[in-house]
């Protein structure tokens, strides 16, 4: 009975110190460059070149993701350390491609039809969704539902520090 025990202690604690391990270097990232989505807009400069990234979750059928068109434009264009990236889910190419060109959309731009995006953000069960990393591809804000005015500016606070 002793050996029985001292073996299990033994095998408890190897599974415990291998994974603590494990998980003291793991990290939770994003990176889009690491999945495969068919490209609606290209971008023009490679993420790696930013300080932060903003992806942005969308679908043409979506009113308030039209509506923040404009805002994300404007984050996109005007600000030299800061990249938006739209990915447009649980939708069809070319809805998403029209919605695109109806709605002046200039920022870089995807359509993830398998939702594979999605995977590392259980979480996420409506749109739009707005998440903000950092150049380790750490999330740092995320925002739920339509940007207006004044997540405009609290996104701005974060990339002009």
Known sequence: MINITKYYLILVLVFFILG??????????????????????????????????IINF????????????????????????????????MDVYSESLSFI??????????????????????SINSIPVTLIFNNKDEVILRLDGE???KSYFKILEIVKK
């Open 20 to 53: 603590c391990n494990y998980n003291q270097n793991e990290k939770n990232v994003f990176s889009p460059s690491k999945i495969d989505l068919k490209v609606l807009v290209a971008g023009k400069k490679d993420i790696q070149e930013y300080e932060f990234y």
């Open 58 to 89: 969308w679908a043409s059928w979506c009113i308030p993701c039209k509506n923040e068109v404009p805002i994300l434009n404007k984050l996109d264009s005007e600000n030299r350390n800061l990249k938006v990236i739209g990915i447009s889910i």
């Open 101 to 122: 060109k109806s709605n002046n959309v200039q920022f870089e731009n995807y359509w993830d039809e398998k939702l594979v995006s999605l995977k590392n953000f259980n």
């Open 147 to 149: 940007l207006d005015q």
